[in-house]
């Protein structure tokens, strides 16, 4: 917990939820220097600042101190909410409850839009800026009634930071961690929360990929929200299959797991973005039946932006299965070709935190700004 909340000056209230709302802000709290940040926490995000040792806020704990999240907002000297956009059904979740309490003591809020698509405005809702990837189609945005003025494609800062991780050395490290060779054959499994959808699409992966060579290693990572992983569903999937196992769900730093292998298998995982900025390339795997569907209903869109531009390979029907694997693995010049393609498509930018700071300060120094 913080002490002496209402004694600080030019403060920051950033709130998130899952892991990936807190990666993507997180690395703005060093950009606002010398301004001090405020952490309102909740599911995983919680999680990580615990098990960091770093102070965070809950809702609970601001009710009990304040009698309200407005009344806090109001009392200290919060300038503006930074918030994620954690993929919720319920609107009653801390980043949108921020917003709301934001809006009604009259605060600026800013969101870092983890995954294209997540954030659905209330109408109600106060955004003074939705920072978003640049690649992607805004029309997703403005159909929802965002206006366009508000919204600035600059990227998300959780990629930035990776940039300037030591792939090599995570390599040799978490290989002699699983026990696999310096050159055998890995591929990674980044599971989903859509339950059946994910198992379902895993399935028909392992049913219709037979590697050429005998050695290939899958490590499997369920989503942590994987309701068909906690009941246990998945064992008797993965000891069917013919290729060499091994489960790494638990393992704690999912980004030495990506320099450790040689390909990324998801259906929509932001996993393999992470994957493909540190030159790990990716391999999405989309059904008409299975994770379009999901996407349509939850984002607005079939394909994700980054399946465009030929900047990771994409499976869209069983067909596919065994020569995009093969192609994914194997082929060197289609590695290379995928991996310059996200490149040019993405343009990795290690300022990416300091130009939304930067665009932070100018909207709240603006003598123009005004209930959104």
Not at 54 to 75: C, H, K, N, Q, V
Not at 320 to 344: C, H, P, T, W, Y
Request: glycine content about 6%; charged content about 20%; aromatic content about 10%.
């Amino acid at each position: 917990m913080y002490n002496q909340l209402t004694n600080t000056r030019d403060t920051y209230l950033f709130v998130a939820i899952h892991r990936g709302p807190y990666l993507s802000i997180e690395p703005i709290e060093e950009a606002l220097l010398p301004s001090k940040v405020l952490y309102l926490a909740d599911g995983v995000s919680k999680s990580i600042r615990e098990s960091h040792g770093l102070p965070y806020l809950t809702l609970d704990a601001i009710t009990r101190s304040w009698g309200s999240l407005e009344t806090f907002l109001s009392s200290g000297n919060i300038k503006a909410i930074v918030r994620g956009s954690s993929e919720e059904d319920d609107m009653f979740n801390v980043e949108n409850l921020a917003s709301a309490a934001a809006t009604n003591v009259g605060l600026p809020v800013f969101v870092i839009e983890d995954y294209p698509g997540n954030y659905w405005k209330p109408l109600a809702h106060r955004v003074d800026g939705l920072f978003v990837e640049p690649q992607q189609d805004l029309d997703v945005h403005l159909v929802r009634g965002l206006d366009p003025e508000v919204v600035y494609p600059m990227g998300n800062p959780r990629y930035s930071k990776l940039l300037s991780v030591d792939v090599n050395q995570f390599r040799t490290g978490i290989r002699e961690t699983l026990g696999l060779s310096k050159n055998q054959p890995v591929f990674l499994w980044a599971g989903q929360p859509d339950n059946k959808n994910s198992y379902m699409t895993l399935d028909r992966v392992l049913a219709n990929f037979r590697p050429n060579a005998p050695d290939v290693v899958l490590l499997f990572r369920s989503h942590p929200r994987d309701e068909y992983y906690l009941s246990g569903i998945y064992q008797t999937l993965l000891d069917k299959v013919d290729v060499r196992t091994i489960d790494v769900s638990d393992y704690e730093d999912p980004i030495q797991l990506y320099c450790g292998v040689d390909l990324v298998v998801t259906q929509f995982s932001s996993a393999a973005i992470e994957a493909s900025y540190l030159g790990i390339p990716a391999v999405f795997v989309l059904f008409e039946d299975l994770g379009k569907q999901h996407l349509e209903l939850a984002k607005g869109y079939g394909l994700p932006p980054w399946c465009h531009g030929g900047s990771s390979f994409l499976i869209e029907s069983e067909e596919q299965i065994a020569s995009i694997m093969e192609e994914g693995l194997f082929d060197k010049i289609s590695r290379e070709r995928v991996l310059n393609n996200f490149d040019r498509f993405f343009n990795p930018n290690k300022d990416v935190a300091n130009q939304i700071s930067g665009c932070i300060k100018t909207i709240i120094n603006s003598e123009h700004i005004s209930r959104r």
